[in-house]
C-alpha cells in the first residue's frame, strides 16, 4: 500500500528551541558581590584566582575549561577502543559581581551585563551563610533579595536588547507587510516578550503559558 498523502492544509509542527546552537558552549556563573563565585570558580575548574573578602576582586572575567563526566562516552570508550579520547568539555566564566542598578551602570554596569551576554548559560549563585568576617554589599544576607536583583537587572538588559531589535524589524514590518511572515512573527514575538519582562516575568513563562 502506496504511503498516504500529506494533508497540503496541515502544518508540521516542528519542536521549538530556545538559545544558541554549537559545540562549544560556555556558562557563566553570576551573583552579587562576595556571595563565593571564584571559590566556586577554583574548585570546579581546579584553579586558584583570587578570591577575597571585598566587593569586585573579579573585574575581568576568568575562564576556564572543564570535562564534562559522561558514563554514556566511558562506555563507548570501553567497548570500542578509540585510539584517542576527547571528551566534552564546558567553558566556564567567573563573572564580577553584580549590584541593583548595573543596567543604568552602577557598579561594573554594562562590562558585567555583556560578559553576561557572550554566555550560552548562567549559573546564578546565592549566598545563604551568615558571616561577620565575609561582608555582605547590601549589608546583610537575604538570597531571595539577592535572586530578585540578578534577575531584575537581567531582565531591564533584556528590554534594552528588545527594543532595539524592535525598532529594526518594525521597519521591515512596515515596508513588506504581510509578503514577509518571518519579520512579522518575530516582531510579535518580541513584543509579548517585552510586555512579559516589562511585568517583572521571564520570558521563558511565555512559551509555557502557551
Same mark, same amino acid.
Given at each position: 500500500m502506496p504511503p498516504k498523502k500529506k494533508d497540503a492544509h496541515a502544518e508540521e509542527q516542528?519542536?521549538?528551541f530556545l538559545g544558541r546552537f554549537g559545540t562549544s558552549l560556555k556558562i557563566g556563573i553570576v551573583g552579587v558581590p562576595n556571595v563565593g563565585k571564584s571559590t566556586f570558580f577554583n574548585v570546579l575548574c581546579k584553579q586558584s584566582i583570587p578570591a577575597e573578602n571585598f566587593p569586585f576582586c573579579t573585574i575581568?572575567?576568568?575562564?576556564?575549561? #572543564?570535562?564534562?563526566?559522561?558514563a554514556r562516552f566511558d562506555w563507548l570508550c570501553d567497548h570500542f577502543k578509540p585510539p584517542s579520547r576527547v571528551p566534552a568539555y564546558l567553558s566556564v566564566v567567573d563573572i564580577a559581581g553584580l549590584v541593583r542598578g548595573a543596567s543604568e551602570g552602577e557598579g561594573l554596569g554594562n562590562a558585567f551585563l555583556s560578559h553576561i551576554g557572550s554566555c550560552d548559560a548562567i549559573f546564578s549563585m546565592m549566598r545563604i551563610f551568615e558571616d561577620p568576617? #565575609?561582608?555582605h554589599v547590601d549589608g546583610d544576607v537575604d538570597p531571595i533579595r539577592d535572586t530578585e536583583t540578578i534577575f531584575h537587572e537581567l531582565r531591564l538588559k533584556d528590554v534594552e536588547y528588545l527594543t532595539?531589535?524592535?525598532e529594526k524589524v518594525a521597519k521591515i514590518v512596515a515596508r513588506m507587510g504581510d509578503k514577509d511572515k518571518a519579520a512579522k512573527n518575530e516582531?510579535?514575538?518580541m513584543l509579548k516578550a517585552r510586555t512579559l519582562l516589562n511585568e517583572g516575568k521571564d520570558i521563558r513563562k511565555m512559551f509555557m503559558e502557551q
Open positions: 516542528s519542536p521549538l575581568a572575567p576568568n575562564e576556564s575549561r #572543564v570535562e564534562v563526566p559522561d568576617d #565575609v561582608s532595539n531589535n524592535i516582531y510579535e514575538t
